[in-house]
């Protein structure tokens, strides 16, 4: 049974920086493209950052690109996002996913994506 499980959330002040981690099991993690997703109150779940399964391809959503900095450790199975600067936009509840065994380079659209973790809250204080 495949599990993703994030952690590294909380509520922070404007202008800081969390570490999410998102350890995986039950699947060959070197085999799968990754990605992380978040979704706000009110709105529909959007991309956030993805990485390739070597670690050397990564893409991000305009909103987060220099602030947020995808990586991963296929000796730990666990993908992490580094998030900096953040900002009250950023508060959302943030998913781990992991696309199907066979696509190649980096996804940024949810139908991609077949496991998905429990998901992890961050709030941006202002």
């Known amino acids: 049974q495949v599990q993703l499980v994030e952690s590294g959330g909380g509520l922070v002040q404007t202008g800081g920086s969390l570490r999410l981690s998102c350890a995986a099991s039950?699947?060959?993690?070197?085999?799968?493209?990754m990605g992380w997703f978040r979704q706000a109150p009110g709105k529909e779940r959007e991309f956030v950052a993805t990485?390739?399964?070597?670690?050397?391809?990564?893409d991000y959503a305009d909103s987060v690109k220099g602030r947020f900095a995808i990586s991963r450790d296929n000796a730990k199975n666990t993908v992490y996002l580094q998030t900096n600067s953040l900002k009250p936009e950023d508060t959302a509840v943030y998913y781990c996913?992991?696309?199907?065994?066979?696509?190649?380079?980096?996804?940024?659209?949810?139908?991609?994506?077949?496991?998905w973790g429990q998901g992890t809250q961050v709030s941006v204080s202002s």
């Open positions: 990485i390739n399964r070597s670690g050397g391809t990564t």
């Open positions: 996913a992991a696309a199907g065994v066979g696509v190649w380079g980096v996804r940024t659209t949810p139908q991609s994506y077949v496991h």
């Open positions: 039950g699947l060959t993690f070197s085999r799968h493209v």
